[in-house]
């Protein structure tokens, strides 16, 4: 079969020059003069006149997708030469318009372009011009839609007019496809019916499109179900999250749960209660002619930010190795639907790699991670892309029991553009792969076998990422699509702040003073928990010594005299002991541990306790405490008792004579202190040779204000 194609003596190049919230500005190109011409009849004439002076134009409009057919269809609208300009019309709203061209004796066209005004503000819809053969199918135009891992093949209802290959066809949300989908024709049947569809840009479809979402967020508790029942159209479905904490220990010689994959070995228990919400902006342009602001020929445009807040906190009781992975609800958020059903779909994980016997609760943190793109793509230039991370987190304080080594990331595959939930997505710029706003690690600081082992925990919060931008535009007869790398995109970034150490300093290994140590001992290891602020070698709570000090505040605070104030709230963690023996919370422990070999077979530890509580509130709930334990068990009691010394047990009416009020300044002491006790001594018997560890703390307590301390004196832990 010869075909034979002719060009009619029509209109060229329909394009929209001014798209507005209520109306479009419209121009084409004139065709040859022909031999006759329309103009006005006269009374009694045929309406024909000769010779020619140019081709007449009709231009009509129809709401919707459907053009005018015959140029007695739809409404007129008025034409000024080789343009026109329809005004009064409603924002957002789709409307398509027919060109026909009268030259000669032959009616052509018509020229069709289908457009969307500019919507109100606020609004989620775009603004467009649609290439004259996209389809924009409405759900009565799709009889069936199936994926295939290419693409997607549909079945077009009778009333569609057969697809062109090369043709844009752009699918609603259906239960099939959550997210729509934008499509280029690969193949037709033989009867026109069923269209073999690949992923396309918006580039494929539209001459000219516009899309401005402010700003969007998904609520962490009520999840989009992007594989769920069939949605309405145009509302994405939601599906309230049941599962968010998951045990990972199933029951005994049962396998675990379907949501989870574990490799366990030795017993386990895992539990994991995350929240997960995005949120973000995405701004996007499309402009093939040089119109909507001459000077400015973009091409495509793309301004995004994607942010995720991820909270929860995991406790965790392993006695052996542990890899395993938690899928969680869908994410899933439309962010336009009409005309190029534009969504963000996330399928979550979370995994735990888990090393050693460890018990911990409260492991995690609150991160708000992301990435923002921006860029351009022109016929000059090319296409040009930054981007940076939006970085913020807050980390929960573990209480750890047993530590050891964890690794906890959350996040998952993410697509955001159209044509989501294939495994593809064509855009003028859009996002897909690996997110990860929390990859974290929880680990002692410490090595195995130091005393401080279990009382420092340093944690690292990091948001990864492994994301590829796929751009794609055309502008005038240039072409461009392509990957495009961008820094932020791709690699793995901490969290300021990170790492942290908890408590607070303990990580510091500060040595104290070999003078601290008397005859008869030497020394394993030793060191502090708190912050480096709270402990050093200071003067003035024994006369003409220096001793090694701890505090609930600043230890620069401790010399002095009483007219100042020593009172620091560091907003650390309190003392389990210690809130024991006070009967109320504590805070801002701080403490000492050394671990010795004793020759004697008496260990004795001679202390000061001191405090800006005296006197007021003597007898209240400010009873700030702390205390000497030797193997675990404490000593540092009032002598002839075992009253733990404290505020409300040794001051100016209770056990007195070990009580030195310095309200008024008592030489030869210089501090702050309002009130502290003369040197005690504990002693306690031990096993010459054998190692013994010793734990001098204090803390305040009920509140963290009016700082007390522990002083130990020079040469003060001996044996005998």
Known sequence: MTATFTADDGARDLHVTTVSQTGFGLSWTAPATGSLSWTTPAAGSAGWTAPATGPKFFLRRLTGSSAPQRVTQGVNVPVNGTSATDQGLKSGTQYSYSLFTWNGLQLSGPLIITVSTAPPAGSTNASYVAEPSTLIATAADVVSAVTTGTGVQVVLADQVAPRLVGSAVILPVSSTLPGGYLGVVNAVSADGRTVDLVPGGLSDAFDYYELSVDSFTTDPNLLTAARSASP?????????????????????????????????????????????????????????????????????????????????????????????????????????????????????????????????????????????????????????????????????????????????????????????????????????????????????????????????????????????????????????????????????????????????????????????????????????????????????????????????????????????????????????????????????????????????????????????????????????????????????????????????TINYKTNSQYFIDNTTGTNPYQTKMNGLTVPLTCSVPVTPGQQVTVRIAVADTSDGIYDSAVALVDGGIWTD
């Open 232 to 648: 309405t159209a145009g509302a994405p479905q939601t599906a309230v999250l049941t599962a968010a904490t998951k045990p990972l220990s199933p029951a005994a010689g049962a396998a675990p749960a379907d949501e989870s994959t574990c490799d366990p070995s030795g017993s386990q228990t895992v539990t994991y209660s995350p929240s997960l919400a995005l949120g973000g902006h995405f701004k996007t342009k499309l402009d093939k002619y040089n119109f909507l602001g001459a000077s400015v020929p973009t091409g495509a445009s793309l301004d995004m930010a994607l942010t995720a807040k991820a909270v929860g906190a995991a406790s965790i009781e392993t006695s052996g190795e542990l890899d395993c992975g938690i899928k969680l609800p869908s994410l899933f958020k439309m962010l336009s639907v009409d005309p190029v059903p534009m969504a963000l779909s996330l399928e979550p994980t979370a995994g735990f790699s888990i090393s050693g016997g460890v018990e911990e609760s409260n492991i995690g943190a609150t991160v708000t991670g992301g990435i923002q793109v921006s860029g351009t793509m022109t016929l000059k230039n090319g296409a040009s892309f930054s981007g940076s991370t939006i970085l913020d987190a807050s980390p929960l304080t573990p209480d750890v029991k047993a530590n050891g080594t964890v690794g906890l990331k959350l996040g998952g595959e993410l697509i955001l553009g159209p044509g989501v939930g294939t495994e593809d997505a064509g855009v003028i710029a859009g996002v897909k792969g690996e997110f990860n706003p929390l990859d974290a690690s929880f680990s002692a600081y410490f090595p195995v076998g130091s005393p401080n082992f279990n009382l420092c925990t340093e944690a690292k919060a990091a948001v990864s990422a492994g994301l590829s931008l796929t751009a794609k535009a055309w502008l005038n007869g240039w072409s461009f699509s392509k990957d495009i790398t961008v820094s932020a995109l791709n690699g793995e970034w901490d969290y300021p702040g990170s790492p942290w150490d908890f408590p607070s300093g303990c990580n510091t290994d500060q040595p104290t003073p070999d003078s601290l140590l008397g005859s008869g001992v030497s020394k394993v290891s030793d060191g502090t928990t708190g912050s480096s602020q709270q402990w050093g070698y200071e003067p003035g709570l024994v006369p003409g010594q220096k001793t090694w000090v701890l505090s609930t505040g600043l230890v620069s605070d401790i010399p002095g005299t009483p007219d100042q104030f020593a009172s620091t709230d560091l907003g650390l963690p309190g003392d389990p002991d210690l809130t024991a023996l006070a009967g109320y919370p504590t805070h801002d422990a701080a403490s000492y541990q050394v671990t010795l070999i004793p020759k004697g077979s008496t260990l004795h530890v001679r202390y000061v306790f001191a405090s800006e509580e005296y006197p007021e509130f003597v007898g209240s709930q400010y009873n700030d405490v702390m205390a000497v334990y030797v193997n675990g068990k404490n000593c540092a009691f009032v002598p002839g008792t075992t009253l733990p010394v404290s505020v409300n």
